[in-house]
């Protein structure tokens, strides 16, 4: 579970532990993670997942086998910085977008591969914006559903899904940097058919059905959870 100390990614930590699974959450900030760990009864294992050496140095750490496999860290990290004024800073963002949401997935799971078990479930974290816009990050998340269609072909045959969980606004995290305001939060939702955003929860109950035995037929696909906001069709 990369990325399990905050937000969605600690809620699906917390909701896999609670199906009785040995869970290991990541993440870079160590006290961050080890005290989330600790809270939800997971193991925490240090690393910047979209460094190709931390990723080697840490596969030590990981499971030898592994049957759920939650790529969840990213973010939008144009959040963090000012605009980019000229192509170099253009191209800087666009690049750093593709290692937070691309690389982080594509890194771990490339690691991880030869202790996948049979039958095992492997879930990334998408977006909304994948199909919406926000620019690099949107098209970061667009890649993710690519990459993600052809591991669902090269792993299937052992009975392995995988599939993308693609949130719309999700509060309780710290996507956002903060606490919404009401102008934002509106201006952010649109018009769901629910009227609300999402939770962490509502996210990692999609997960988990995609992570059960029952779901071993969904394969290949992206899972809106946005209430409406992006419609499924
Ligand atoms: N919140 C939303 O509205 C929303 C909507 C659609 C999709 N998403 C996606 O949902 C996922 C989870 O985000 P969130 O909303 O729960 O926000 P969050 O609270 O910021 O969680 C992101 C987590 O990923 C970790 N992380 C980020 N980059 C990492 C890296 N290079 N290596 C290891 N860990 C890394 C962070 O920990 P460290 O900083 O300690 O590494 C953090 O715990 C992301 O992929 C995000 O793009 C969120």
């Known amino acids: ?66 049957d759920v496999l939650v790529n969840n860290a990213g973010g939008n990290v144009a959040r963090r910085r000012p605009a980019p004024e000229g192509l170099a800073d253009v191209r800087e963002l666009w690049l750093a977008n593709f290692e937070a949401n691309v690389l982080t997935a594509v890194l771990v799971t490339t690691a991880l591969q030869p202790r996948l078990a049979d039958d095992a479930r492997v879930v990334t974290i998408g977006s909304i914006a994948a199909r919406r816009g926000s620019g690099s990050y949107g098209a970061a998340k667009a890649a993710i559903e690519a990459w993600t269609a052809d591991l669902a072909f090269a792993l299937g045959g052992r009975g392995i899904t995988v599939n993308v969980v693609s949130p719309g606004v999700t509060e309780e995290t710290e996507f956002f940097g903060g606490t919404l305001s009401e102008d934002r939060r509106r201006k952010l939702v ?43 069709r």
């Open 1 to 66: 579970m990369t990325g399990g100390g905050t937000g969605i990614g600690r809620a699906v930590a917390a909701a896999l532990v609670k199906q009785g699974l040995d869970v290991v959450i990541t993440g870079r900030r160590e006290d961050m993670l080890v005290a989330a760990a600790a809270e939800i009864g997971a193991r925490a294992v240090v690393f910047d997942a979209a460094d190709p050496a931390q990723v080697h140095a840490a596969a030590a750490e990981l499971p030898e086998r592994v």
């Open 190 to 232: 649109g018009n769901p058919a629910n009227g609300r955003t999402g939770t962490p929860a509502d996210v990692a109950a999609v997960v988990i059905f995609l992570t059960s035995p029952e779901a071993g037929h969904v394969t290949g696909q992206v899972i809106g959870v946005n209430g409406g906001a992006g419609l499924g």
